[in-house]
């Protein structure tokens, strides 16, 4: 069966018939590892694909092989050593293939982990450099008839771990049915993958990964903010305070995950460095270095004199990145450094073009607009990159984010600009929709000239859909058309993310994900989806097609759920009525009980057929986390209503804007009864969801020519217990009884200023929200405690009328304005947060919109009138 073909080819079976064996290296030419089992899984992977096609292949070690036949010879064997000698200098994940004779060679870089046992993460295993299951991936692809198009792996596996599943019967894997295969006779390929990393969490290593260029770390610490894992606040906080930053007079307190340092500090520094060389002496062969997120300059004089930069904060960070780079090149040679280039350090140095040799450049953007600046740098060892495809902006990670057309393009330009490493913040775990993505996104590494979508979707819809493949081909090519515009332009870091306003700020471009989403899927194309869908399903052939096709169908009813949910709230808000409130209502409880339903048999129920893990709902995912009750990066449905309780809404009065006069006053401004008696109250409106007996809450304003003067006055539980003492004052206390205030005073403005007091009149809290510019800064949209503004409390409890007031002065100053005339408008909006038992809170706000609970959201305040 080995005889030449008639274009001199080397056939591997024919008629159901093989003369080979696949020869793996004999047990004890290398060390019991990991490695053992990926060789022993990869060669069951190329036997099942034989075996799929009706032929019976033996797998043997290379001493009990049949001289008189050829052979596939996987790994370092010693075959392999004598005939392509240079595949034991392979680096990375590269491997070579050749024919040599009758025989065909197929050996990578198989290297175990550098890391001790004691060294590795939990969450990421040693993970080995197993090139030759890269290498037999790609030969299969190439040449049996294989496609790798789902995970056929549970997270934190290997290679070795597929011992554990049916690979033949597996609907991740699609053995095309070829009566005969055949090989070039000159067949010989050296090749390195173009990424040495191309990671996410959660990370794998299975037969799908690695045939989508899909790489864990091995031995290599990347992408990371690492001053906090040099520097633990929980360590050096109280023992060391001046290691911290210096801000508003007040070493910084360190909540966790957002520690700030003083840079200039030489123990901060040398602690920075020792931390790498200690990662190096633990094995591992490449680390990172970066700022904290959400940096905070430290105001010391001694920060301010650092490197002679001022107040560029950025080029202070180079310079000193730059040293510790040039520190461990002499101490630590063979280690190399990826430093991050974000926020602060997206801008290039500017007082030096060169970094040492061992340093590489990881970009957090990957557009053309974040390359281009580096073209002119010398950067030894490359770049990295740090792609956002699936971090989602104003939709859910539960829904598409990007096209097959993104990743063509992106691929193309990541590889002419020679990256090196990926980093993908955000995973993409929707098989189901968008599959073809994550298949066209990987084989795009594999040649970023040659192929392209147009072949690589088709590719992919043939072998998993077969007689359903064209209307899969209509299903995807509708939902990419709806989405194209987010995943072009609108999704994070797109070149329509955000815009510059006509007076130079940065702002976002979508705000509020109601209209996004309804703009991404109107009626007509959720329709025309269900029939491309219905259609598909009704062609179904195979048992893997039909569990292919029964997660395609549960991640769009999610979808389809969703999008219902949007538009009916947006006819709820446009009439206002009893029969749209009903549909909106009678939608979300659909909802919810369909997202109910994937969790009936337990916390996840397996997808229908024989996964090997679970897709949707994505592991460690509750049915609150699919409620979208917790709000993520860029992900603000929390107070949405999408967790409105229904039966409380049923009967619920409707809220809407507000406008509250602002009485001038000359005299002093006190607690007593006789100061407000004739100013106009507001009440507040309870919004969802609803927990006891709805308590009396209330705003009054006056002024004068220096300051507003707010009255908020709160009813008491009958059993209220004395006031506890405050909270720091970077602490929000929206967990405890408190008052809260917002007041953006200037029109056309992003300023917004929050003021926060507790029933005890030492709780207090005060943020500045707007002041952060910069769209990827996690504090952008967000309170930022490191304002301290002036401003003073009066707190009175009356325990016979049950009432708790807080006369909240505050300056005009402390908002930078000036103070107001008559007719002025501000917008503000006023709240009351009161709990009633463990987890409960009620919370009631003067300004708000139907259902709508969200403190924070600048379109639901009201007005402040000056008279």
Same mark, same amino acid.
């Given at each position: 069966?080995?005889?030449?073909?008639?274009?001199?080819?080397?056939?591997?079976?024919?008629?159901?018939?093989?003369?080979?064996?696949?020869?793996?290296?004999?047990?004890?030419?290398?060390?019991?590892?990991?490695?053992?089992?990926?060789?022993?899984?990869?060669?069951?992977?190329?036997?099942?694909?034989?075996?799929?096609?009706?032929?019976?292949?033996?797998?043997?070690?290379?001493?009990?092989?049949?001289?008189?036949?050829?052979?596939?010879?996987?790994?370092?064997?010693?075959?392999?050593?004598?005939?392509?000698?240079?595949?034991?200098?392979?680096?990375?994940?590269?491997?070579?293939?050749?024919?040599?004779?009758?025989?065909?060679?197929?050996?990578?870089?198989?290297?175990?982990?550098?890391?001790?046992?004691?060294?590795?993460?939990?969450?990421?295993?040693?993970?080995?450099?197993?090139?030759?299951?890269?290498?037999?991936?790609?030969?299969?692809?190439?040449?049996?008839?294989?496609?790798?198009?789902?995970?056929?792996?549970?997270?934190?596996?290997?290679?070795?771990?597929?011992?554990?599943?049916?690979?033949?019967?597996?609907?991740?894997?699609?053995?095309?049915?070829?009566?005969?295969?055949?090989?070039?006779?000159?067949?010989?390929?050296?090749?390195?993958?173009?990424?040495?990393?191309?990671?996410?969490?959660?990370?794998?290593?299975?037969?799908?990964?690695?045939?989508?260029?899909?790489?864990?770390?091995?031995?290599?610490?990347?992408?990371?903010?690492?001053?906090?894992?040099?520097?633990?606040?929980?360590?050096?906080?109280?023992?060391?305070?001046?290691?911290?930053?210096?801000?508003?007079?007040?070493?910084?307190?360190?909540?966790?995950?957002?520690?700030?340092?003083?840079?200039?500090?030489?123990?901060?520094?040398?602690?920075?460095?020792?931390?790498?060389?200690?990662?190096?002496?633990?094995?591992?062969?490449?680390?990172?270095?970066?700022?904290?997120?959400?940096?905070?300059?430290?105001?010391?004089?001694?920060?301010?004199?650092?490197?002679?930069?001022?107040?560029?904060?950025?080029?202070?960070?180079?310079?000193?990145?730059?040293?510790?780079?040039?520190?461990?090149?002499?101490?630590?040679?063979?280690?190399?450094?990826?430093?991050?280039?974000?926020?602060?350090?997206?801008?290039?140095?500017?007082?030096?073009?060169?970094?040492?040799?061992?340093?590489?450049?990881?970009?957090?953007?990957?557009?053309?607009?974040?390359?281009?600046?580096?073209?002119?740098?010398?950067?030894?060892?490359?770049?990295?990159?740090?792609?956002?495809?699936?971090?989602?902006?104003?939709?859910?990670?539960?829904?598409?984010?990007?096209?097959?057309?993104?990743?063509?393009?992106?691929?193309?330009?990541?590889?002419?600009?020679?990256?090196?490493?990926?980093?993908?913040?955000?995973?993409?775990?929707?098989?189901?929709?968008?599959?073809?993505?994550?298949?066209?996104?990987?084989?795009?590494?594999?040649?970023?000239?040659?192929?392209?979508?147009?072949?690589?979707?088709?590719? %992919?819809?043939?072998? @998993?859909?077969?007689? &359903?493949?064209?209307?899969? =081909?209509?299903?995807? $090519?509708?939902?990419?058309? /709806? #989405?194209?515009?987010?995943?072009?332009?609108?999704?994070?870091?797109?070149?329509?993310?955000?815009?510059?306003?006509?007076?130079?700020?940065?702002?976002?471009?979508?705000?509020?994900?109601?209209?996004?989403?309804?703009?991404?899927?109107?009626?007509?194309?959720?329709?025309?989806?269900?029939?491309?869908?219905?259609?598909?399903?009704?062609?179904?052939?195979?048992?893997?097609?039909?569990?292919?096709?029964?997660?395609?169908?549960?991640?769009?009813?999610?979808?389809?759920?969703?999008?219902?949910?949007?538009?009916?709230?947006?006819? %709820?808000?446009?009439? @206002?009525?009893?029969? &749209?409130?009903?549909?909106? =209502?009678?939608?979300? $409880?659909?909802?919810?009980? /369909? #997202?109910?339903?994937?969790?009936?048999?337990?916390?996840?129920?397996?997808?229908?057929?024989?996964?090997?893990?679970?897709?949707?709902?994505?592991?460690?995912?509750?049915?609150?986390?699919?409620?979208?009750?917790?709000?993520?990066?860029?992900?603000?449905?929390?107070?949405?209503?999408?967790?409105?309780?229904?039966?409380?809404?049923?009967?619920?009065?409707?809220?809407?804007?507000?406008?509250?006069?602002?009485?001038?006053?000359?005299?002093?401004?006190?607690?007593?009864?006789?100061?407000?008696?004739?100013?106009?109250?507001?009440? %507040?409106?309870?919004?969802?969801?609803?927990?006891?007996?709805?308590?009396?809450?209330?705003?009054?304003?006056?002024?004068?020519?220096?300051?507003?003067?707010?009255?908020?006055?709160?009813?008491?539980?009958?059993?209220?217990?004395?006031?506890?003492?405050?909270?720091?004052?970077?602490?929000?206390?929206?967990?405890?009884?408190?008052?809260?205030?917002?007041?953006?005073?200037?029109?056309?403005?992003?300023?917004?200023?929050?003021?926060?007091?507790?029933?005890?009149?030492?709780?207090?809290?005060?943020?500045?929200?707007?002041?952060?510019?910069?769209?990827?800064?996690?504090?952008?949209?967000?309170?930022?405690?490191?304002?301290?503004?002036?401003?003073?409390?009066?707190?009175?409890?009356?325990?016979?009328?049950?009432?708790?007031?807080?006369?909240?002065?505050?300056?005009?100053?402390?908002?930078?304005?000036?103070?107001?005339?008559?007719?002025?408008?501000?917008?503000?909006?006023?709240?009351?947060?009161?709990?009633?038992?463990?987890?409960?809170?009620?919370?009631?706000?003067?300004?708000?919109?139907?259902?709508?609970?969200?403190?924070?959201?600048?379109?639901?305040?009201?007005?402040?009138?000056?008279?």
């Amino acid at each position: 069966m080995h005889s030449q073909s008639a274009r001199g080819e080397l056939s591997l079976w024919s008629a159901g018939k093989t003369d080979y064996q696949i020869v793996l290296p004999d047990s004890g030419s290398q060390p019991a590892t990991t490695l053992t089992g990926s060789l022993q899984q990869t060669a069951r992977m190329l036997q099942t694909a034989f075996e799929a096609n009706g032929v019976k292949v033996p797998v043997v070690q290379e001493s009990q092989r049949v001289l008189s036949k050829p052979g596939i010879y996987l790994g370092q064997t010693k075959y392999a050593a004598q005939q392509v000698p240079d595949a034991l200098r392979l680096e990375g994940w590269g491997y070579v293939q050749q024919v040599v004779g009758e025989n065909v060679i197929i050996a990578g870089h198989d290297v175990p982990s550098r890391l001790p046992p004691g060294s590795k993460d939990r969450r990421q295993p040693g993970w080995d450099f197993v090139g030759t299951a890269k290498g037999a991936a790609d030969f299969a692809r190439e040449h049996l008839g294989v496609r790798f198009l789902y995970p056929d792996l549970p997270s934190y596996s290997q290679v070795a771990d597929a011992a554990k599943v049916d690979l033949l019967n597996s609907p991740a894997i699609e053995f095309l049915k070829r009566p005969a295969t055949t090989v070039p006779r000159d067949l010989k390929v050296r090749h390195t993958p173009l990424l040495k990393v191309n990671t996410s969490h959660p990370a794998s290593a299975g037969f799908y990964d690695l045939s989508l260029n899909r790489f864990p770390r091995v031995d290599s610490l990347f992408g990371g903010h690492t001053w906090a894992r040099a520097i633990p606040p929980e360590q050096y906080s109280k023992s060391h305070p001046e290691y911290f930053a210096l801000v508003n007079g007040e070493r910084q307190s360190v909540p966790a995950g957002n520690a700030q340092y003083c840079l200039s500090n030489p123990e901060v520094q040398e602690l920075i460095y020792q931390d790498l060389v200690r990662q190096l002496e633990n094995g591992y062969t490449s680390v990172d270095l970066g700022q904290p997120d959400g940096y905070q300059e430290c105001q010391c004089k001694e920060c301010r004199a650092l490197y002679g930069t001022g107040n560029d904060w950025g080029e202070k960070i180079w310079i000193f990145n730059r040293q510790v780079a040039e520190r461990l090149l002499k101490s630590q040679p063979q280690g190399r450094i990826t430093m991050m280039s974000y926020i602060l350090t997206a801008r290039p140095p500017q007082t030096f073009k060169a970094f040492p040799a061992n340093v590489n450049i990881m970009l957090t953007g990957t557009n053309e607009t974040d390359i281009a600046p580096w073209r002119d740098y010398e950067v030894p060892g490359g770049f990295s990159g740090y792609v956002y495809n699936w971090c989602p902006n104003l939709v859910t990670r539960y829904t598409p984010m990007r096209t097959p057309g993104f990743v063509e393009t992106q691929v193309k330009r990541l590889a002419e600009n020679k990256t090196q490493s990926l980093l993908r913040d955000g995973p993409g775990q929707l098989f189901g929709l968008e599959g073809p993505v994550y298949y066209t996104m990987g084989r795009m590494f594999d040649d970023p000239v040659g192929n392209s979508a147009a072949k690589l979707v088709p590719e %992919f819809c043939e072998a @998993a859909f077969g007689s &359903s493949a064209p209307a899969m =081909l209509s299903f995807y $090519d509708r939902l990419y058309h /709806a #989405i194209n515009l987010y995943s072009d332009h609108i999704g994070t870091r797109g070149d329509a993310w955000s815009y510059q306003t006509y007076d130079g700020r940065r702002r976002k471009t979508v705000t509020d994900p109601f209209p996004l989403i309804a703009f991404l899927y109107p009626p007509q194309i959720l329709a025309a989806l269900e029939n491309d869908l219905a259609l598909a399903e009704s062609l179904a052939a195979t048992p893997k097609v039909k569990t292919r096709l029964a997660l395609v169908r549960t991640e769009f009813e999610y979808l389809r759920h969703l999008a219902k949910v949007v538009h009916l709230y947006q006819a %709820f808000v446009l009439l @206002a009525d009893a029969p &749209s409130r009903d549909q909106l =209502l009678n939608a979300i $409880d659909a909802r919810n009980e /369909a #997202i109910d339903a994937l969790y009936k048999k337990g916390p996840r129920t397996k997808s229908a057929g024989d996964w090997a893990q679970v897709f949707f709902p994505f592991s460690g995912h509750s049915a609150e986390h699919l409620r979208l009750a917790y709000d993520g990066y860029q992900e603000p449905f929390a107070n949405t209503c999408f967790n409105w309780d229904t039966k409380s809404m049923r009967g619920a009065p409707l809220p809407g804007k507000k406008r509250l006069p602002v009485a001038a006053v000359s005299s002093a401004v006190t607690l007593e009864p006789s100061v407000w008696a004739k100013v106009e109250e507001a009440d %507040f409106t309870r919004v969802p969801p609803f927990n006891k007996v709805p308590r009396k809450s209330s705003v009054r304003a006056l002024y004068d020519k220096t300051n507003l003067y707010l009255l908020l006055t709160s009813e008491q539980e009958p059993d209220a217990k004395p006031p506890l003492p405050g909270a720091r004052r970077e602490q929000p206390l929206g967990d405890k009884e408190s008052v809260d205030i917002y007041l953006a005073p200037q029109a056309g403005q992003e300023l917004a200023y929050r003021f926060m007091t507790g029933i005890h009149p030492t709780a207090r809290y005060d943020a500045l929200n707007g002041a952060v510019t910069d769209v990827m800064d996690p504090r952008h949209g967000k309170d930022d405690p490191a304002f301290k503004g002036e401003w003073e409390v009066q707190s009175r409890t009356d325990v016979a009328t049950r009432t708790w007031q807080a006369l909240v002065t505050i300056p005009f100053k402390t908002l930078g304005a000036a103070a107001p005339a008559a007719g002025t408008i501000w917008r503000a909006n006023f709240a009351r947060n009161h709990p009633v038992m463990r987890d409960q809170i009620d919370r009631y706000i003067w300004s708000s919109a139907i259902g709508n609970g969200n403190m924070n959201d600048r379109s639901l305040f009201g007005d402040l009138e000056f008279r």
